[in-house]
């Protein structure tokens, strides 16, 4: 599978201007691809390869064009095909979609060079590598971890953040663990995670993970914001609070990722198998009423990075369907409703009585367990057996600031 690297790159201000003239036209190239492809009658269209073949022509009928790598070129012409895939797998799923949209200046922040055009170079302990892409030169960038070699990048993206700042993404191809034979797994491995209410997960293991603060960050944002209001607008001062609020707002984007991959990695290193609700079968209102700010809980990236990391790791992500799972009885299996406010769940057929999202946990890993035939002919009403409390033999993976045991005053 493809794994993304991001380290930062330092641009002089020549270097600077240059990619970003290189990005424009790339933007160019792309939206004459763009307008190429509709002009030809719906089942006459030009594939990727009829597009790099003009592509040619068109560099004679403006110069331009010719300014950029060829490489980069193609990979910008040949990126509409895979964007018009990505519409076709949405219209399938039912969603709206138009068509590939003309790109305005400022929009595309990006170049991108497909295995070739481009050199990676780094000395092993130095804090500085640099990439190198044709037709540019040489880009420092921060050596925070190891620089894979050329050979291994697939594909290398230079990007200018809104903030001001220039990442160069590394895409290097690993080689993934096999998952455990769900015959084989132990039970004490398999989680189940309720996306929480209070909590911004709860576990089938009864631990619950605080959602973040980001009480002081918004604070911040707010008022750098209206500081940018004050100011008149275009002026070089506007310019320059426009930045502090575009990097006011990438650090709570940075600090919710942040607390993502922990809270992903650790799951995934933890168990065989994480069962999780899948958000699409689930209805929102439960969550969206409470959750402070719907960018905080972001959940459908977490399930993707989950998803991701698990495949990294080995591990089985099982998405279930969340439905009746706050409801049912994971002892007995008997439906009761409950209001959103009703913090435990006490059943009125068996007795049991547990915290809600614990019960909901124990019914989502339960779900996950049947649909991977783990320990086949367990039928979802009896109960699982789990470990408790499972967070002290993990204790100090996760930030333990944001990993509290439910129950403990402090969650
Ligand atoms: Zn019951």
Redesign the pocket.
């Known amino acids: 599978m493809d794994l993304t690297l991001r380290f930062r790159a330092y641009l002089d201000d020549d270097t600077a201007s240059e990619v970003w003239r290189h990005i424009n036209i790339h933007r160019q190239i792309r939206n004459h691809a763009v307008r190429d492809y509709y002009r030809a009658s719906r089942n006459d269209r030009p594939s990727a390869y009829d597009q790099h073949r003009k592509l040619t022509e068109w560099k004679r009928r403006w110069s331009i064009f010719a300014d950029v790598s060829a490489h980069a070129a193609q990979q910008t012409v040949s990126q509409i095909q895979k964007d018009l895939k990505v519409l076709e797998e949405h219209r399938k799923n039912g969603r709206k979609t138009g068509r590939l949209k003309w790109q305005g200046s400022g929009e595309v922040r990006s170049v991108a060079y497909q295995s070739e055009g481009f050199n990676v170079n780094h000395t092993a302990g130095h804090d500085f590598g640099t990439l190198t892409l044709s037709k540019i030169g040489e880009i420092p960038i921060r050596a925070h971890r190891d620089i894979p070699d050329t050979e291994n990048v697939k594909r290398a993206i230079l990007k200018k953040e809104r903030t001001g700042d220039w990442f160069a993404c590394l895409v290097v191809e690993v080689e993934t663990p096999e998952k455990p034979n769900p015959d084989e797994i132990d039970s004490t491995d398999c989680i189940g995670v309720d996306l929480g209410i209070q909590s911004y997960i709860h576990t089938s293991d009864d631990l619950s993970v605080k959602c973040l603060d980001l009480a002081e960050e918004y604070d911040h944002y707010a008022k750098e914001q209206r500081s940018l209001d004050r100011k008149q607008r275009g002026s070089a001062n506007w310019e320059e609070q426009r930045r502090k609020v575009a990097k006011a707002k990438r650090r709570i984007r940075w600090k919710i990722l942040d607390f993502q991959h922990k809270l992903s990695t650790w799951l995934v290193r933890e168990y065989d198998v994480v069962a999780v609700e899948d958000l699409e079968v689930k209805p929102m209102l439960e969550t969206s009423q409470s959750a402070k700010n719907k960018q905080d809980a972001a959940w459908s990236r977490f399930l993707d990075l989950l998803e991701y990391k698990g495949d990294l790791h080995g591990t089985h992500v099982v998405r279930v369907d969340a439905r009746g799972t706050t409801k049912k009885?994971n002892?007995?299996?008997?439906e009761t409703s409950k209001p959103l406010w009703v913090r435990e769940h006490s059943?009125p057929?068996?007795?049991?009585t547990e915290n809600r999202d614990l019960n909901a946990a124990k019914n989502i890993l339960n779900r996950g367990l049947n649909s991977l035939h783990v320990g086949s002919g367990r039928s979802e009403s009896t109960p699982v057996q789990t470990v408790l409390p499972a967070f002290t033999r993990h204790s100090g993976r996760v930030d333990a600031k944001h990993v509290v045991e439910a129950g403990s005053p402090a969650a």
């Open positions: 009885c002892e007995c299996g008997v059943c057929s068996c007795g049991h």
